[in-house]
């Protein structure tokens, strides 16, 4: 399986890079991935233009979960249930999108089969990038009954 990474805008505090680099250091001992970073979004471009760019780079076969506030609000053993459940299916890639600061648009809501809410609280895209990975990397070894979960 392999994880493909749609967020808009880059990571630019240096603590929140190397967090990030972190995790995906860890996570890569489970599956391969690829970030792809959207640009943000101009004032006077819409969020279907911006939506239009992050759909441009889904791969017509992947699975998309969407990071959505509206999405479903799993616990870590649940997400790594889901994950292993996507594994069973025999899911090539899965693409996880983290939308600009207004959201994302309708067709990018539409193209996602899964979505995918980090919690009730707001974080900064960078904090909801490396909570993303750790999620993931956490996920994982709890699949796999590594003690970094306890």
Not at 15 to 39: D, G, M, P
Request: aromatic letters at 12%; one cysteine or more.
């Amino acid at each position: 399986m392999k994880f493909h990474f749609i967020w808009v805008g880059k990571t630019k505090n240096k603590h929140w890079r190397a967090l990030q680099e972190n995790y995906l250091q860890r996570l890569s001992h489970f599956v391969k991935y690829s970030i792809t970073e959207i640009k943000d979004k101009a004032k006077h471009e819409s969020l279907e233009i911006e939506g239009n760019r992050i759909l441009q780079k889904v791969n017509p076969n992947s699975f998309v979960c969407l990071l959505d506030v509206k999405g479903r609000s799993l616990g870590s053993r649940k997400l790594a249930k889901e994950v292993e459940k996507w594994q069973i299916r025999g899911l090539k890639e899965i693409t996880f999108i983290i939308g600009g600061f207004e959201g994302v648009s309708s067709a990018v809501v539409k193209r996602a089969n899964f979505s995918l809410s980090l919690s009730v609280l707001t974080f900064t895209h960078e904090m909801a990038r490396v909570i993303l990975i750790e999620q993931l990397y956490r996920a994982y070894s709890i699949i796999k009954g590594y003690p970094y979960q306890k």
